[in-house]
Every structure is written in C-alpha cells, then in structure tokens.
C-alpha cells in the first residue's frame, strides 16, 4: 500500500499540525502540467487553510502541494505530466479525491503537458468530539495524546489535551472509539483497557459530542540491565509484552534504565544486547514461551532487571563406527532461527570446538573431508530429523557422533545402441542435500562413502563426445553396501557457427551463439558459445532434431536470429538447422549488421503508465524469464537496444496484465514487428489488454503434496510460456484465476513439487508431452474454464 504524506514525513498526525511543503525537483515546462480547483466542506462553503498534494499513481512519489485560499481555492504548478492521485487533508483528517479516504482506491487523474487538470473537491461530512481529560487523581490532564478511531472508515484522527486537560477534533461523521494516552498506558472511553471493549461514539453531520474521560491509575515497570561484565547495558533495544503482543519499546539510558508507564496487568519485558543478537527476555531465558510474567498493580512499580547472558562452548568427538577419530571434518553450529551460525574442523583425534556460542538452540552437522555428504547429529541425513540442542548462556554443551557408514557406488557408462563402454563422462549423485562427483577415463566412476538413502545420477560425458548427458537415472543406496548403476547414453550432433560482418565480411569474434528447438519459445539462460578471433565456435552436443540459432552480437553489431542468408529479428524466420547423430553440421554463417534501438511506453487498461513492466525481444521458456529483457521505469517508459535492422515482434509482461505480444496476441507469429533501422530509434507504444483470463479448480490426487503445485500455460503453435501459477496463490479448495491473452491455443503443463524437488509432471489430458498434450481455446474475451487434476 502507498503511504500517506503524513507517515512518509515520520510526523504526528494531529490537530492543528504544521503542513510541510517538500521540495522537488522542476518538471521541464514540455513535460509538466497544472492542477487547480476549490474545496469546500459538505455543505458546499469553502475550506481555507487546507493542504492539497499530487501523488504520482506510478510509484506514490510526493508530486507537489499547496494550500487553499480563503475562498477554497488551491493551485498546484509543475506538477509532472501522466497520472496523479489527489489528497485533501485538514487538521489531521485526509481523503482523496474523489471523496475517499484510502490512497490505493483513489481515482487517477491524468495532468497535461502545459495544460491544466481541474478537480474540485467537497470534504466529507464531519462532526467534532470535544470534551475534558482529567488525571486518576482528578486534576487536568495536559499533553496526553487524544485519538479517534473511525469504524466505517478504519482511519484515525488525533490530537493533544491543552495545559486544562481540554482537547477539540473534527472527525468524520459516524461511529468512532476514543482512546487516550499511548503506548501501554492507552485507554479508551469509557475507562476500558482495550478497544474491543470501548464504548461506541456516533456523531452526527455538522454535530459536536462530549467525551470527558478520567484516566486510570497507572504502574511502572522499570529495570536495571547489565553486560556480561556486570558494566551499564546503554542504549539497548527494550521491548514491553502484554498477552504474547509487542505493546511498545524504549532503549536503556547511559547508567543501563528503562521505565514503562503501564495500566495494571501482566507484562514480559526482553531486550536486545546488541544489534542482530538474539531477543533476551527477563530474567535470563531465550524462549518466549518461558519468560516470565511481571504484574502490576494501580501504583505499584514493579522491577525487572537483568544481565547479558554469558557466552558458551558447544564442543565434541566425531568417530567411525569402529571409534576410529574422524579427522578434517567441517563442523556446523547453527541457531535453529538461522541468525548465529560457527564452524570448526575435526583434529587428529577427531574432537572439536567452538567458543563465544550465543545462547540459544542449535542444530549440528558435521561435512566430509570432500564435502560430498552430510551427516546431522545425532546420527541423522536431514536436519529435519536432527536433535535440537539448547545452549544455555555461559554453559559448556558436548554433541559426540559417529559417522555412519557410506554406500559405495559405480557407475558404468555405454552406448545405447551397441552397448560399447563410454570411457570418458563425470557421474554426479544427489541425496537430499548431499552431492558428490567422480569422473572417469576407464569407463567406470566410483564413488565412496555416499550418503544412504535414494538417490539420482547425472552422467556428463566429455564435452569432445557426441554422446548426451543423461540425468535422473535413480539408485537405492544402503549403508556399508555397494550399488552398480549401468547408464544407457544416447548419441547428438553439434553445429558449428561462424559470424562475420555483413558489410566487410571479415570475421567477427565474440559472436555467441544460442539454439532452440523450433516448436519452444524462449532463450537458454546462459551467454551461449561464442567465436573466436576467427569468427568461428562449434557448440556443445545436442539431441537430433531441428533447431534456430540466435546471435549475440558484440559492439556495435546488433543481435539477429540467423537466417539462411542474412540477420532476421523474427523467430519463425530463421534458418532452420537439422542435427543428427554422430555429425556436426555448419550452421548459416551469421552476417551482422549495425544496431538500432527500440523504444516506447507501456500502458494499462486506465491510460496510466506502468513501471516494472519486461519488455522482451525473445519469447519465456519454462526458466525464470527472458535473459535479454529491460523493465519500464516509473513513466512506464522502455528502450531495447543493439537490435539488428529487422523487424522485431516483442514480448510485454506486467503484473495484473497477461502476457503479450506486440499487438495484444498471445502467438509470436502473428505479432505485429516493429522495423528497426541501423543507427536510428524505433518508436513502438504498447497498450496493454486483460479482457480473457483461466480459472477453474486444481484437484491434487491423494500422494501428492497439496500446497505444492505449478503449471504452466503455453501457447499451442510456438511453445511459448504465456503464463505460470502455483499453489502459494490458491484459493479456497485449490481455485485459481489468471490472465492470460485470447485468441489462442494453449497447453497446460503441471508440476507436483516437495522441498524443491519434482515428484510428478504431466499435461492436460493426461497426456505425456506438449505434442500429445490437449489444447484449450482462450476466448477473445471473457473467462475460459479449466479444471486440472494432476494424475
């Protein structure tokens, strides 16, 4: 939410309190407008004195301010061009145009360049409370804070008793509850502790209510704290609790005090002893849950002193399971809220220590000497399953494990189709957090002392092969035991790239080339291999199949899809590069010619601009995003550079909005392209279009985690991804709804997921990959429904 002017200045909102005006940069006389208008009360007669100020509704930037003439009358100069949100405030009551009182629903306005944006605006009905605040002992009460809480509209209103315990505030008409004082101290009318139980105030239109209030008698809490070395503790952070809720803070004096005026009840008090140390609470425990209540009584002040807790020692002996010491392990201490973290390594005789521990709860893990494999105490593979040790300050705590005995495991590499051994690969294991790798050259990789457990291997053969690197291949690994994985690999091609200037021909390095499958949207997120003084490069093995290829451009040079016989900025146009087994294949040499630059802005559905926005020259694949993307700034303003003088279809992503392309289509190949000219600026504005979106219900089957699901929406022709949801965003029994553009097919690919690993996949229909997948027609406007079961 974008906060009011008021909080965004850290000053108290009050009666009577000084408007302060904020200096800002001069919009150019180009790019700047005027507001003007009058403000008048309910009644229609004007309000003097009242400041108004211009927001902008991009990012709720401070635009400018002024206040009204006596005749109501306000006039805001250089207010920038584009969307503005309009606030009215007197005394301490704020709404915004038109006759709002939340920020967020304001209306837009939009000022014009040199012209001039009229907005008149008449204050909401208002009434005053007034009345006398008076001490438990009857004598005024001077200074104390006054507040008014709004029911209908969730604001407040507030102001101070005068030197008689007097206070007056206009407030909106309606129901409100009054309170007085702050902090722990705060009661409301009448003479209530809390303000589920104030009595409720109606005001009625132009009306004036009473509320006269004695305060209650009041306690204190008030402590001495001191350092480990029994030294003053100043300037530390003090927190005061009531009913497990932070109720407020103060900070120790020079001599280590702290003091809390608090109504009668019950109160925890904590500390900091420094900053981004763990919260003490008094007298000396960690844990919330066991600190102690103080209670207090009307008059009574209550003592609640402390010391710093004193530092301690986590120490301990790791052992095979012969008792064999474990030497030049690393050893982990971590706080179980992951804020102090220390490490040791094991000696000789496999003992270790760490000192200056915090007092806290800890978990421990101990990593091998290659750091392939983890073990948690005691005895565990996962800090899930581990002890918790609680450290309590100045004690020594000792944790002695015993290393478990590994899996060994080999790996054996071969042709698919002839069986022959595949000498030269890297076999790559993973068990839960653990990894471990080995390589080999005699066509089997050993690995030793691997974590027990299931398991999956990657085999990576050397990068001179055209054999392809196979992952997932799944392995049962026991305890003190030794498992052999045989991995069928099967064999690509590679292609060889040459880029060279398309004026001079001469060769042109740096040049990196990207490849993607013709039926996928979307770059690779890696730079790609690139060419070397002679213009040349030859890329790693990929699957048989057909394929673009993207240029990356160096310097002056602008990007391009490779064509058969020069640069193109269209996906669809490139050359189409076929690899088959066991071959390399010369790609197209990739002629480069000088760069242009696109750019423009991008609006919603209002008109207003939209900052943030990925504007993109390359379609999203199932990875995190365009690589080669920029984001609108706050006048929702772009610029795409070093593209090649073609015509370039662009992809346009905003929150709320659905992906798009140029010319509000969701198919790249009907997009419209914008021509870009070498050494010159394309302009291309982009309105953008919500009219369609998918909603239904995901139903997860039994086995599957229900609050760990994804799928992903792309288009049906050229593999785009269009739009992505996960089940962090669900509603009620799995429904979901988001944007996405119409007018075309799409398929629906999910995911069923569990600490970050993928247990399942599959498409709509039930079908096993995108080619057999259904596809789903989105309407050109209007909601399309889908229900998705992941079976």
Known sequence: MIQSFLLRLGGAVAAGLLMVAVIVA????????????????????????????????????????SSTDAAGHYSLTGVPAGGVRLSFQTESLIQWAPGLLVQDDARVYQVPAAGTLTVDERRRPTGVISGVLTGSAGAPAAWVTVDTHDLAGGTHANAYTDGAGRYTMTVWAGDHHVGFGSAAAKQWAPQVVTEEKAGKIAVAPGATVRVDERLLPTGTVRGLLTGVDGSPLAGADVRLYAGGNLITTSSTGDEGTYAFTVLPGDYTVS???????????VPGVLDKAKAKAHTVAAGQTVAADDTVLKPSTVLGRLAGADGAPKTGFQVFVMSTDEQHGYSAKTGAGGSWQVDGVHPGDYRVSFTNASGSRVQWARGKNTSADTEIFTVAGGASVTVNDTW???????????????????????AQVEIGISFDESCAKTGTATLLDVAPGSATIDVVPAGKSYFLRKDGTPATLAAGQTATATVRLAKGGKVSFSASSGATGAAVAKTCFLLRAIDQGGLPDEAGNCTNA???VTGPTLAPGTYAAFALAPGSYGHQWVGASGGTGDQKEAARIVITADTTVAAPNARLDPAGTITGVVTGADGAPIADADVSFTAWGFGPGPIHSV????????????????????????????????????????????????????????????????????????GLPATGWRFTVINA?????????????QGPDGTYTLPVIGGQQVKVRWLAIADGNVLKTGWFGGAADQNSATGVDIPAAGVKRLNLTLD
């Open 26 to 65: 001069p919009a150019s006389a180009a790019e700047a407008g005027n507001v003007a208008g009058v403000h008048t009360n309910h009644a229609g007669e004007p309000i003097a004195e009242a400041w108004v100020a211009a927001w902008s509704a991009v990012d709720g930037s401070y635009l400018g301010g």
């Open 271 to 281: 500390f900091l002893p420094e900053p981004n140390r763990q919260e003490q609470y």
């Open 404 to 426: 478990l005995p590994g899996a060994t495991l080999i790996v054996n590499a071969v042709d698919e189709v002839t069986g022959e051994p595949v000498s030269e690969f890297c």
């Open 534 to 536: 002679k213009g040349q």
């Open 631 to 702: 984001n609108t700034d706050e006048r929702g303003k772009y610029t795409i550079g070093q593209l090649g003088p073609y015509a370039w279809p662009l992809s346009f992503t905003a929150n709320g909005y659905p992906r798009q392309w140029s010319g509000n289509v969701g198919d790249r190949s009907g997009a419209v392209r914008v021509p870009v000219t070498a050494g010159a600026t394309a302009t291309y504005d982009m309105a953008l279009t919500r009219a369609s979106s998918l909603s239904g219900k995901v139903t997860v089957p039994a």
């Open 717 to 729: 022709v050229t593999g785009d991804q269009v739009a992505e949801f996960d089940s962090y965003g």
